[in-house]
């Protein structure tokens, strides 16, 4: 037996390994050392004061040496040229290089239209950004139907070239773009927060700045992102995929948002995405939903081994990956507290703020409709600490949440099959409501009416539903989710 084990273990081992490699091979040694940063993040968060130096608050009246700095340079880039437009001092900073891609997006109208909206790009810039449209997205279940549905990420955007054009719109109006830094801790004095940051390699001396405002755009590497929903996301940019008709191969105009191609396996029932870009060229993702507390170190790296081994299960082809994308996306159920912000001169914004769907995961979408009510928050914000937010969850999210910490946490054994049989149950319903109803759902725009009467047929098609959502959320989590629908509904009337 001992022998057995050891021999299996040496096989996960070797192909860790490979995992590693085809991850260095495409995405660079600094795409890996993200990955295993990401990794390591797991096993010893960042304590909830910052990270290891928390430099002296700065006194009353002090200067500081920008309105709002940004930490984090992913999609909230976009955030800083649209605040220094506005006439803020801006700073932003970020581990590696501010505006590297490490995912792909897709978008619907909305999000097309938000963005040409923002004033960051003409709408011209915007066309030549999406690389990619389809005539329909399909859901598919494993042993169940496939589902299709219009206007739904409908879009495929080049993610890099819409973060390069980011950063030259803020270096023209004049932001501090500080690459390969990284925040090391803060400390909020009455007019002023001090923030230590340095370079992001072994044995930098760090230094302090000062802002009005910290805005923390650092995702679920954040000590603040504390969502109880975690979507561990792995995949790239494929080329070689068998083009064509059929389930396992890819459709140039057709999106797939959701697959499955087994039941639950290792205690997670695994999804598939695929986002066809530019020709020859489709994003695959491969993710799960779990509970905060339920994913340890190497998550990121484990899931690569398995979408390497299984990908052919899910796509016919040669696949060769272009450019790896993952990460860490936090989601909150709604059924506990929300990530907080540590003080008045700190805001979440993105991931680590989890405002998003916690079904769909959509933080693209979300954020970039938002483009313009966030930047006008954080304005406001930088003047005037104490000014309230005027973001607002979306109805539906009172909702979801719940059907996400249910997904988090699926029955196997014996009883694995059954999220994927919920899960086609639900979308034949919502296939049934019609289009406008079931893209809304996806979008985050169902209004709470449709999505009461969406649970209602679901559960008349599958009464197991009820043992299954009770089995998996505790007594007060119900109270939570019934009270919330209940306000939604009422604020609808």
Known sequence: MRAGAGGAAGAAARELDA???????????????????????????????????????PDRGAAADYDVVIAGGGLSLLLAPMLAAAGLRVAVLDRARIGAAHREWNAGTAEVEALSASGIFAQGEVERLVVARYVE?????????????????????????????????????????????ALLGHAEGPDAVALAVAEARAGAAPRDLSARLLVDARGAASPYATADLVCPTVGGVLAGLAEGD???????????????????????????EAFPGRPGETTVYLFYYARSGDVGPGALLSLY????????????????????????????????????????????????????????????????????????????????????????????????????????????????????????????????????????LLRD????????????????????????????????????????LARELYRAR
């Open 305 to 440: 081994a398995r979408f390497f081994r299984l990908l052919s299960r899910y796509k016919e082809g040669d696949a060769r990956l272009v450019r790896p994308t993952f990460g860490f996306i936090p989601g909150w159920s709604r059924l506990s507290a929300a990530p907080r912000a540590p003080g008045r001169r700190v805001r979440l914004v993105g991931d680590a703020a989890a405002r998003h769907s916690p079904l769909t995961f959509c933080g693209f979408g979300a954020n970039v409709r938002e483009l313009a009510a966030t930047a006008a928050d954080l304005a406001r914000a930088a003047r005037d600490p104490g000014a309230p937010s005027a973001a607002r969850d979306a109805p539906v999210h009172s909702g979801t949440g719940a059907l996400a910490a249910l997904m988090a946490r699926p029955a196997g054994g014996a009883r694995a099959g059954e999220m994927n049989a919920l899960l086609n149950t639900a979308f034949a319903v919502l296939h049934a409501m019609g289009d406008d109803v079931y893209a809304a």
């Open 246 to 272: 059929g389930e396992r191969r890819i459709r140039p105009d057709v999106g797939e948002i959701l697959a499955t191609t087994e039941d639950v396996e290792e205690g997670r029932q695994h999804l598939w």
């Open 445 to 484: 725009e169902m209004q709470p009416g449709d999505f009461v009467r969406f649970l209602r047929e679901t559960a008349a098609r599958r009464p197991e539903v009820y043992r299954e959502v009770v089995s998996a959320l505790p007594l007060r989590a119900l109270g939570r989710w019934g009270a919330g």
């Open 137 to 181: 997205g399909l859901c598919r279940w494993h042993g169940g139907g496939t589902y299709p549905v219009r206007g739904v990420l409908d879009h495929a955007i080049d993610a890099g070239g819409l973060l390069a054009a980011a950063r030259a719109r803020a270096e023209a109006l004049g932001v501090t773009l500080l690459d390969g830094h």
């Open 19 to 57: 995992a590693r490699g085809r991850v260095r091979e495409a995405g660079g040694e600094a795409l890996l050392a993200r990955l295993e940063h990401l990794d390591a993040a797991r096993v010893a968060p960042a304590p909830r004061t910052g990270l290891g130096r928390a430099p002296r608050p």
